[in-house]
């Protein structure tokens, strides 16, 4: 039988980086969990209005702070997307100035 030869492994083994995960479960547990208590309000809402009365999320300040924090976590998308944008940018950036280079050492 022959042997197979496994390439070595790269060193050093770069530590994977999981808070883009964890705001990812943050931000759908709280959608989550206000969307619930918006439906949990909206279905107790008085029998005797069929659509017309108002209605309160259920979970009250709960409510209010879930909702804080989730334009909070808004802000935190946009700010992840920025950086997104910029690293692109800076990606085209260096690819435009290696074409350039590599134009001008040929002419």
């Not at 390439?7 to 964890?22: A, F, K, Q, T």
């Not at 017309?52 to 804080?68: N, Q």
């Not at 976590?73 to 950036?93: D, P, S």
């Amino acid at each position: 039988m022959a042997e197979t030869h496994t390439p070595p492994r790269p060193d050093p083994i770069e530590p994977v980086d999981r808070s883009l995960g964890v705001l990812v479960w943050v931000t759908i547990g709280t959608n989550v969990a206000l969307g619930l208590l918006a439906f949990a309000g909206w279905l107790a809402r008085p029998v005797s209005c069929p659509g017309k009365c108002s209605w309160r999320p259920a979970g009250g300040m709960l409510w209010v702070l879930l909702a804080l924090i989730d334009v909070g976590l808004g802000l935190l998308w946009a700010g992840v997307g920025y950086l997104h944008l910029q690293a692109v940018g800076e990606r085209i950036g260096k690819r435009i100035a290696d074409k350039r280079d590599a134009d001008r050492d040929d002419g």
